[in-house]
């Protein structure tokens, strides 16, 4: 791995003779969070072992052979395969297994996940440092696990990553099938450049950050019945006119006119 620099410790640390009591780590996966987990502890220097089926295949090094050695043991792979990884591994048991799951939750594997979503570019490592890891609440601690990390970090009871896994998916992913929605009609339906949302989009973001509370503009922050109902009939037979009145219910009811839809399914009702 080479020397470790020596300004690669956190800030306030006395010095890089600590990272050689740092644990070793073992990495299975080579998906994107394996990379770019990978790559961040390469740049801090810690020892790191890797292992995928991919590689498996090409060199026939099983992963109890690559990995059994290593004190923490970084399980990133689907979260479909994380057990059936564990369970079909006995050999890896004494190594202290953690996932990167924000939604699991299993006694083989506590969770460990970083907020942050992973594009194909590798970062620096002050981006890495930036990513605030949520904790699912066991035995296993963040600072005991990553002492090298200075990375902020949060506890989280297990019973609750379930509802923390899904706000996180309506408010990041989610943001993105609509922002594609976007930048995709402006150019096939409207003819106008995508980029030309992107200023809109950005200021947004600075709303958000800003002021969360207040960040919310257009019709439903202005109760403004006429202009939703407009908005709904434009969308006729888009998919997206029910995404549309799904947000009007939950954040607006009063705003919410009767789709035909609906109306049909409640004249069913009123006759069955």
Not at 112 to 127: S, V
Not at 175 to 196: G, H, M
């Amino acid at each position: 791995m080479g020397q470790v620099p020596e300004n690669s410790c956190p800030a306030g640390w006395p010095g890089t003779a600590l990272f050689a009591a740092a644990p070793s780590y073992g990495i299975a996966g080579d998906g994107r969070v394996a990379r770019h987990f990978a790559h961040y502890l390469d740049l801090l220097g810690l020892r790191v072992a890797r292992w995928s089926r991919r590689q498996e295949a090409i060199d026939g090094i099983a992963a109890e052979e690559k990995l059994g050695g290593c004190d923490v043991l970084l399980v990133l792979l689907s979260d479909s395969a994380i057990e059936p990884f564990l369970r079909a591994r006995p050999g890896l048991s004494r190594c202290k297994a953690i996932h990167f799951s924000g939604a699991l939750v299993t006694p083989l594997a506590q969770g460990f996940h970083p907020l942050m979503t992973f594009g194909p570019e590798l970062h620096d490592r002050a981006t890495y440092e930036r990513i605030v890891f949520v904790c699912e609440r066991g035995e296993l601690r963040f600072p005991e696990l990553f002492p090298a990390l200075a990375n902020p970090h949060h506890e989280l009871a297990p019973e609750l990553k379930g509802r923390y896994h899904a706000l996180c998916v309506l408010g990041g992913n989610f943001t993105v099938l609509l922002w594609q929605k976007l930048f995709e009609d402006f150019e096939t339906r409207l003819s106008l450049p995508a980029d030309a949302a992107k200023p809109y989009l950005r200021k947004i973001l600075e709303n958000l950050e800003r002021n969360p509370r207040q960040a919310l503009t257009g019709p439903l922050a202005r109760g403004d019945a006429g202009t939703v109902a407009a908005n709904l009939a434009s969308l006729e037979g888009d998919a997206f006119q029910e995404v549309y009145q799904a947000f009007v219910r939950a954040c607006a009811p009063a705003l919410s006119p009767v789709c035909p839809h609906e109306r049909q399914e409640r004249s069913h009702d009123r006759h069955s």
